[in-house]
């Protein structure tokens, strides 16, 4: 009898965690870990590309022209930042809201990511819409004087963006395990 109650209690458990998932999410822990870790790992780099960007259009605002090829590329990139962080943003605080279990919280999340993801897709159209005008003069510009790239050297660049990476993961996959 005691053995019964004991399995009872636990069937009882699992049943309630699992509706603390997204139905699409709550028989697939392993989609749920994948979910978190990209949706969170997007939102932390796109915020750094975003802010990056920001802070260089800033610094560059009274040497640059509003129609300068290199203004006109950070702009894009801000923008491409602001999407995926607002997207990912909005995702990411979605899926980790459900493990709240408070059907308000919930509920206020999502209406918050009806609202953030017409600003995402916006920010998405704005960068491909200024990337479309501005792609002839910018390759012609770029070809004017070519400059060797040499993005190995800048591998060191990316070490923040794996830790990122690695600490998004695991979050994600200690989140979910420890359901």
């Known amino acids: 009898?005691?053995?019964?109650?004991?399995?009872?209690?636990?069937?009882?458990?699992?049943?309630?965690?699992?509706?603390?998932?997204?139905p699409s999410l709550a028989d697939n822990p392993g989609l749920l870990a994948w979910n978190l870790f990209?949706?969170?790992?997007?939102?932390?780099?796109g915020l750094m590309m975003a802010g990056k960007q920001g802070r260089r259009i800033w610094k560059a605002r009274s040497i640059d022209h509003p129609t300068d090829p290199v203004s006109v590329y950070r702009l894009i990139v801000f923008?491409?930042?602001c999407a995926i962080a607002s997207r990912g943003a909005a995702e990411a605080v979605s899926l980790w809201s459900w493990s709240s279990g408070d059907v308000g919280t919930i509920e206020r999340v999502a209406e918050a990511k009806r609202w953030l993801d017409p600003v995402s897709v916006g920010c998405g159209?704005?960068?491909?819409?200024?990337?479309?005008?501005?792609?002839?003069?910018?390759?012609?510009q770029l070809r004017k004087a070519p400059l060797p790239v040499d993005m190995w050297s800048r591998w060191p660049e990316l070490r923040r963006a794996a830790l990122v990476l690695v600490v998004s993961l695991l979050m994600a996959g200690a989140a979910v395990g420890l359901r």
């Not at 636990?10 to 603390?20: C, V, Y």
């Not at 990209?38 to 780099?45: K, S």
């Open 125 to 140: 159209f704005l960068w491909m819409a200024i990337h479309v005008l501005a792609e002839p003069v910018i390759e012609h």
């Open 38 to 45: 990209v949706m969170t790992a997007a939102m932390c780099l």
């Open 79 to 81: 923008l491409a930042g």
């Open 1 to 22: 009898m005691n053995a019964s109650a004991t399995s009872n209690y636990i069937g009882e458990a699992m049943r309630a965690t699992t509706a603390l998932a997204p």
